[in-house]
């Protein structure tokens, strides 16, 4: 498929008939020797694959109790059939996730299970030659592990955990993806997903105060490694180069302004999002978040706040405190010492959305919503965020809080259908480590069922406007949505609609504002 094709969008979204490999051979880039090594992992394939990787699974198996169960507990019922995306895109059959698991599940059986070591075919058990390692390495890296196939099965399994452990197997025997593995690598060495090193950051950061004083006239600060600050802000690298990224970490600043409460930007930890996550290799991404927690210790801060990000989020929701002690989860020296640092008053970490919606409950932010009304908004609820975290003190607050925000921003906003939204959202299609230009056919395909809610909300409601918390899934939107015949701008931060509507106080009043 052409990058400026145009993918019609069906009236009705139905299960295509079945293309058989029809997106065989459509893997990503390898990683290099180089990039491979930099993460300890062999730089080429080992001699003994086979076994190497037998040997990982067999660990992972053990390690990871989840893998197992689920492993076990599938008994092919479909009921997960026409729940991925990649698989209502493609129509290929090895993008259900069924299928996809079984990759896994028959060299599982294969050499764990007594049915697979004696009677193989009997149980579909395989083992683990080229063929199947080429299908892993083109399907797992066809998996944005937005965890969708588990909210409908009725044994709650997760494909996006088989995926996981799939490239994590992969990764060990020295076949690795390029784009995530290469961007763990900056991350280590400098910081960020980008490389950038900290004068270029400061530069940025310098721009775009005077972008905003030139615009407002209010001098509004976005400082950088400022020690005894009340706030940590650790926000995906896309806010500091693009749009609309960037609109919305002049957004985050305008809001910290507002508030009167000190924050700062950190060089050493100038990254949110950990792709550990998406490779399953919990100690990559405990490399990165422990650069986040020596950044919180060396500048004494008391709270730590993640930007817009999905997985930088899930990642901090449900791994920081294992990986960092961030929320009471360490015993070693520098947890408890973050630990005795950081204010039990407030939720270790927060989201970016918490700390606004928090000033809007308290009146501590004033919006012309007029500003807004060239828009009509809806919402795209990101996966990590929908199905792997929470936001705030109440049940699914991850879904309430970001509309409301949205709310109190702009006064005309209609969701997307029932079906496709919270719980049950249809993933970008960029997710995963999948937002790479190797894999912009899978991309563009994979996005069809969200494009598609999209639409309907479009023509129903007049919506012009997609906001999202997510740098992948904004990423992603800009790429795809020309597509299917949107508007590329279209796509905005939820702190950009914020950033415009905000009623700026000037310095002088800001100083007399209550800290949060």
């Known amino acids: 498929?052409?990058?400026?094709?145009?993918?019609?969008?069906?009236?009705?979204?139905?299960?295509?008939?079945?293309?058989?490999?029809?997106?065989?051979?459509?893997?990503?880039?390898?990683?290099s020797a180089e990039v491979q090594s930099?993460?300890?992992f062999p730089g080429e394939k080992v001699e003994n694959w086979q076994q190497v990787a037998i040997d990982k699974m067999a660990e992972t198996k053990s390690k990871y109790r989840s893998v197992q169960v689920f492993l076990d507990a599938c008994v092919k019922c479909g009921a997960c059939t026409d729940k991925c995306h990649y698989y209502l895109g493609t129509a290929d059959p090895k993008n259900m996730p069924v299928a996809r698991q079984d990759l896994f599940r028959s060299v599982y059986r294969r050499h764990f299970t007594f049915a697979g070591k004696y009677f193989p075919k009997l149980v579909g058990a395989k083992e683990l030659d080229e063929a199947m390692l080429d299908d892993w390495y083109n399907y797992f890296h066809q998996c944005s592990q937005c965890r969708r196939c588990a909210v409908f099965c009725p044994y709650g399994i997760d494909t996006a955990e088989i995926s996981m452990a799939a490239r994590e197997v992969m990764n060990v025997i020295g076949v690795g993806q390029k784009y995530p593995n290469q961007i763990l690598g900056k991350i280590?060495?400098?910081?960020?997903?980008?490389?950038?090193?900290?004068?270029?950051?400061?530069?940025?950061?310098?721009?775009?105060?005077?972008?905003?004083?030139?615009?407002?006239?209010?001098?509004?600060?976005?400082?950088?490694?400022?020690?005894?600050?009340?706030?940590?802000?650790?926000?995906?690298s896309a806010d500091f180069f693009a749009e609309?990224?960037?609109?919305?970490?002049?957004?985050?600043?305008?809001?910290?302004?507002?508030?009167?409460?000190?924050?700062?930007?950190?060089?050493y930890a100038s990254e949110a999002a950990n792709f550990g996550m998406f490779i399953g290799n919990y100690d990559v991404m405990k490399q990165g978040a422990l650069r986040i927690r020596k950044a919180a210790i060396d500048l004494n801060v008391k709270r730590v706040i993640v930007g817009e990000c999905g997985h930088a989020w899930r990642v901090a929701y449900s791994f920081w405190n294992t990986l960092t002690g961030l929320g009471r989860g360490g015993n070693d020296e520098y947890s408890l010492k973050l630990q005795q640092q950081l204010d039990s008053n407030y939720p270790q970490p927060q989201h970016i959305i918490e700390f606004t919606y928090d000033l809007i409950q308290q009146d501590k932010l004033l919006f012309d919503k007029s500003k807004n009304d060239h828009r009509v908004v809806t919402f795209h609820d990101s996966c990590n965020v929908a199905r792997g975290s929470n936001m705030g003190d109440i049940?699914?607050?991850?879904f309430i809080l970001p509309r409301e925000v949205i709310k109190?921003?702009?006064?005309?906003?209609?969701?997307?259908?029932?079906?496709?939204?919270?719980?049950?959202?249809?993933?970008?299609?960029?997710?995963?480590?999948?937002?790479?230009?190797?894999?912009?056919?899978?991309?563009?395909?994979g996005a069809k069922p969200r494009m598609h809610a999209l639409k309907q909300t479009e023509e129903r409601n007049g919506v012009n406007t997609l906001a999202a918390i997510c740098a992948i899934c904004k990423s992603q939107f800009s790429k795809v949505l020309p597509n299917y015949e949107f508007d590329p701008y279209m796509i905005v931060s939820v702190h950009q609609l914020v950033s415009d509507a905000i009623i700026l106080s000037d310095d002088s009043e800001n100083s007399n504002n209550q800290a949060l």
């Open 1 to 31: 498929m052409s990058e400026n094709s145009i993918e019609k969008l069906p009236t009705y979204l139905e299960i295509p008939a079945i293309k058989k490999d029809s997106m065989s051979g459509n893997g990503p880039f390898k990683a």
């Open 38 to 40: 930099e993460l300890g």
């Open 188 to 236: 280590n060495k400098i910081g960020n997903n980008l490389g950038m090193p900290e004068p270029a950051l400061r530069d940025t950061l310098e721009d775009l105060e005077e972008e905003i004083k030139e615009e407002t006239g209010v001098t509004v600060k976005l400082p950088l490694d400022i020690k005894d600050s009340e706030v940590l802000m650790v926000t995906p």
């Open 244 to 267: 609309p990224h960037i609109d919305g970490l002049i957004g985050y600043a305008k809001v910290f302004h507002q508030s009167g409460v000190s924050w700062t930007l950190s060089s």
């Open 395 to 398: 049940e699914n607050g991850q």
């Open 408 to 445: 109190a921003a702009c006064n005309n906003f209609a969701d997307m259908p029932k079906g496709t939204i919270k719980a049950s959202t249809f993933c970008c299609g960029g997710g995963g480590g999948l937002l790479t230009d190797d894999l912009i056919e899978l991309r563009i395909k």
